[in-house]
């Protein structure tokens, strides 16, 4: 095979390749939006704390993407408990070494998410606070399930 045929047929193998992978020759650009609909809350975190009469506990947690965020306190043990015992349960961003909720409820321990969102990405926190009925420190057990 001659130079410049050879030259030409490495030339036309270059230019197929550019083509397929350039497209038609066309310039296009595509780019994606953040998803307005929230992904599911695929990762279960469970924490337990003391909470000190008056206090606010707190739980940080990352999300690399936008999605639903269900927190549940699932117990609270100690001495002298009211049987109508709530805790304000929210969750928010945190600042510096506390948590600012934007969504907060009073809740009684269960089995069901008490407190519930769409959020992310970033970092948020669940904050746990006496809601003025305890008489002594209790221990906290919650979780908190996201994306």
């Known amino acids: 095979m001659s130079a410049s045929r050879l030259v030409r047929v490495l030339g036309s193998v270059v230019g197929a390749l550019c083509l397929a992978a350039c497209g038609n020759g066309a310039s296009a650009s595509t780019t994606t939006s953040p998803s307005s609909v929230p992904a599911d809350a695929a990762v279960s975190e469970s924490f337990s704390s003391t909470l000190a ?12 993407q936008y999605g639903n965020v269900a927190v549940t306190l699932t117990g609270v043990t100690g001495s002298d408990l009211p049987d109508s015992l709530t805790l304000n349960v929210g969750i928010g961003r945190p ?3 506390t948590c600012t909720a934007s969504t907060t409820v009073a809740a009684a321990p269960g ?3 008490q407190v519930t969102g769409s959020y992310g990405p970033g970092i948020f926190c669940v904050a746990i606070s006496d809601s003025g009925l ?4 209790v221990k906290v ?4 399930a996201h994306s």
């Open 53 to 64: 009469v008056g206090g606010t506990l707190f739980y940080s947690f990352s999300m690399a």
């Open 95 to 97: 600042a510096g070494t």
């Open 111 to 113: 089995d069901a998410p």
């Open 134 to 137: 305890l008489t002594a420190p």
């Open 141 to 144: 057990d919650a979780a908190v």
